[in-house]
């Protein structure tokens, strides 16, 4: 390579060099202005420095932070649980007495009215003793009617004696109807009839379960809840509610009981609503979301990195009129984006996220806020 070239590459080489050095070292070009370089040459070489808006104005000493304005967020505002549906009325029907059972007279599903008789055990014996009981009173009355008309020549213990054997015969009656109607199995009240699993032909006792019965005009559901809004809730207060199995159908319904304490092993509190259980589409043992509405809490919330701690807890540093000032707040929720804060902050004053490590109360600050880009001149 000739000799010209070489020295040629060698300034190309050079003056790249002094313009990357000028560009990425701080200071580059002030120290090529001390060395005698033309102001015009470091100018056109130096890039230009961004500046801050609050930067012009601002003492030499003063801080720089970045800072976010305050916002206010609701909470506190919907209480949602998930509660199990049972019947507001259920009940195992069980015999009175033991017996062999002759008779089912109703299939599981079946809608049953109040008294209608289920079951039947069998009541050969008892329908004799209502037949003997029936004789004895006839025999009784009889009695008692021939005493009357003979009263002249029977004395009056005879007689109180006869009428006192027709009272008794009167409740041995009673006692046999009794018994024969204890033979049949009925409804507390009106319901629905769940699965029968006894037969025709089993001996039953007292304790066995014939069938199952609910009144399912309308659901209780049970739920719990946070202790912190018990003092909220009020029997008589509006809620709606979901079924897990049918999500497409909003429910409303109402509190019908509050338990009178609160757990102590989860601390929550058990609540009562009550649906109405229209077309009967609900059943008992469902799962229902429940969702109850409050007036809510309004709290201040800063960006998570506004949130500094000291050995006395939490706190920000409020930026107004170019000066820092330390608030104490108490963390209230803490959200992905926000924090939730209790203290002495307004909804739109800044708060710094950034460059707080050197803060003081009362320190001098500049906000860092890039200065917005030029809009471009339209062509002619």
Known sequence: ??????????????????????RFAPG???????????????TAI????PKTA?????????????TQPVATALINDRLSAIGTGEAIRTVTVTPYVTGNLAEVLVKSGDTVQQGQVIAQLDNDEQRIAVDQAHLTRKSAQEKVE???NLKTVISSVEFTDT???????????????????RREITAPWSGVVGIITVNPGDYVTTSSAIATIDDRSEILVDFWVPERFAPRLKVGQNISATAIARP????????????NRIDQASRTLRVRARIANENDSLRAGMSFSVAVEFAGDTYPTVDPLAIQWSSQGAYVWRVADDKSAKVPVRIVQRNSDRVLVEGDLREGEMVAT???????????????QTDAPATPASGS
């Open 1 to 22: 390579m000739k000799l010209w070239k070489q020295i040629l590459l060698c300034a190309v080489i050079l003056v790249a060099g002094l313009a990357a050095w000028v």
């Open 28 to 42: 580059a070009g002030a120290m090529l202005a001390s060395l005698g370089v033309p102001g015009s040459v470091v």
């Open 46 to 49: 130096t890039p230009e420095q």
């Open 54 to 66: 609050a930067a012009t104005n601002a003492p030499r000493n003063a801080r720089l932070v970045a």
């Open 146 to 148: 021939r005493y009357r």
């Open 163 to 181: 009428a006192n054997a027709l009272e008794a015969a009167e409740l041995q009656v009673q006692a046999a109807e009794l018994a024969l109607k």
């Open 248 to 259: 497409e159908r909003q429910l409303a319904g109402r509190i019908d009981a509050l338990d």
């Open 354 to 368: 950034e460059g707080v490590q050197q803060l003081r109360d009362g320190s001098a600050v500049r906000v860092a």
